[in-house]
């Protein structure tokens, strides 16, 4: 069974052609700025972030930030046996 939308029905008078083309541009243009709003919060939130990281890392005494070697890998593992 397939479904079937009702053709648009576009308005021949130009008046309400051009306001409904501002009409879509103003929607797109909320979008937009909606978007930019939240890409500066984004961003914002992440460089606060990144300096209370380092802010906090930088406090540590020399002795707790010992490098590890690069080939180790740290985690927790469940070994599972089978028998």
Known sequence: MRFNFPPIRRSRHPLI???SVLAGLAVV??????GVVVLGVLVVGGG???AVRHWKLSRQPQ????QRP????EGEYVVLRNG
């Open 17 to 19: 052609r051009a306001l």
């Open 48 to 50: 606060v972030l990144m």
């Open 29 to 34: 243009g909320v979008l937009m700025v909606f």
């Open 70 to 73: 690069a080939n180790l890998l």
């Open 63 to 66: 002795a707790a930030r010992t």
